[in-house]
């Protein structure tokens, strides 16, 4: 694909509303490395995003801010253990109503209203140890809240059937209790509902050789003709799997229109810098002539730019992507051939893609990190800017250095005659 076929693709190109609300769950897994924090939302841009095992202490917190994703919400210990948050996407017209989480970290339930339609998502973590009863105890403390507009995702540590498990080990009476109280508050696992024969698993474990699909999304009964898809989405960066449940909602909140902006990275890239030369040269060639004016020609020309610009750049984000998109593609059918019959051959090879995978998103993020520092030192406020804003209209005091203490009190301001004539700055 050529530059051409990416600006008729940008012209042919029409707008949907978007009347769906995606979900995305994922054990994290520590969010302490500023990589990390800068990539996972970005990439899969959900509007409603839900991590566990943050590993954020309280003061912390400022750490989970990413832009585009105003609301934050989050329950945290005092040390790097546990924590969840819950980020709701500016995309959305989320009003608060209210919210319950423990100090522990380990869950965090958030109530309000999405273009006038009520939801509440549950956020759980549940501990390795006692998984089934922590997250049975949790349901039976909150069920006066659940209703049918509750969602509740996490990794909840816990197979809930024989099929979650590629040993098809039988699940255990903890388990079954649990399942019970589910039932009884008419959720439903949404994924073994839709998908009740697939084989797909969100955790490997490297002690057992074992795969389990130990992250769920629940939901009412009354709600499941609302839902969309749900899928598992492999995680290069965590041991864990995420999982994305799309469902059907009112119409989205309408998009601000935003003013286009260069990107100042493309200017170091020679290609693009030869490619915007032979603009100009075409663009002045054709145009160029005794009937324009040199104002009309101006204008006209910063328009043309933008255009090609944009081009540009939607034509190397394609590149990109080209590369990930093939790694991935061949990622899950590793993975998927690995949960039917596991070689340690093929589980070297898996590792092998995610690093490179890795490696290319890495480069990435750094660049955007690297970016971001630079517009912040050239457009924000220098040491000296301001000192400079307070002295540009204050009198100034020069006290007794002017002939004796009776002086002290006088004011010159700077454009004064005692000031052009007699002072000096050091």
């Not at 020679?270 to 104002?295: A, C, F, G, P």
């Amino acid at each position: 694909m050529n530059i051409k076929e990416t600006e008729n693709q940008l012209e042919n190109k029409i707008k949907n509303d978007n009347t769906y609300l995606s979900i995305i769950t994922l054990n994290i897994n520590g969010l302490n490395a500023p990589i990390k924090r800068h990539r996972w939302i970005k990439r899969q841009k959900p509007s409603i995003c839900c991590l566990q095992e943050t590993h954020l202490r309280t003061k912390d917190t400022y750490r989970l801010k990413v832009k585009g994703w105003g609301k934050i919400f989050h329950a945290n210990r005092h040390d790097r253990k546990a924590g969840v948050a819950t980020h709701i996407s500016d995309k959305i017209d989320f009003k608060t109503k209210g919210i319950k989480k423990d100090k522990e970290g380990h869950y965090l339930m958030i109530k309000g209203s999405i273009q006038g339609e009520d939801v509440t998502i549950v956020n759980i973590y549940a501990p390795n140890t006692g998984a089934p009863r922590y997250t049975q105890q949790i349901l039976t403390d909150i069920k006066g809240d659940i209703d049918e507009n509750t969602i509740i995702v996490g990794d909840l540590n816990t197979p809930l059937t024989s099929m979650d498990r590629s040993s098809r080990q039988r699940t255990n009476k903890a388990t079954e209790i649990l399942k019970e109280t589910i039932e009884k508050l008419d959720l439903i696992d949404i994924f073994r509902t839709l998908h009740p024969k697939k084989a797909e698993y969100t955790f490997f474990s490297n002690a057992h050789g074992t795969f389990s699909r130990i992250d769920h999304i629940l939901g009412h009964k009354a709600n499941l003709n609302k839902v969309r898809s749900v899928e598992i989405i492999s995680s290069i960066f965590s041991d864990h799997n995420a999982m994305k449940l799309e469902i059907n909602q009112g119409k989205s909140k309408e998009k601000k229109p935003t003013p286009w902006r260069l990107n100042n990275m493309l200017l170091k890239n020679q290609w693009v810098n030869e490619e915007i030369k032979k603009e100009i040269k075409n663009y002045l060639e054709t145009n160029h002539n005794e009937d324009t004016t040199s104002q009309n020609l101006w204008d006209a020309a910063k328009a043309v730019l933008r255009g090609k610009f944009i081009a540009i750049q939607a034509f190397l984000k394609k590149e990109e992507r080209s590369q990930i998109d093939n790694l991935t593609l061949h990622l899950n059918e590793l993975e998927k051939e690995e949960q039917k019959s596991p070689k340690v051959s093929r589980r070297k090879e898996i590792i092998k893609i995610k690093e490179e995978i890795n490696k290319i998103e890495t480069q990435k993020t750094i660049e955007k990190i690297n970016k971001t520092k630079s517009w912040f030192f050239e457009k924000g406020n220098k040491i000296d800017k301001p000192l400079d804003r307070k002295l540009r209209n204050k009198p100034i005091i020069y006290g007794q250095q002017i002939y004796n203490q009776g002086s002290k009190n006088i004011q010159w301001r700077k454009d004064s005659i005692f000031s052009k004539w007699f002072w000096t700055d050091t």
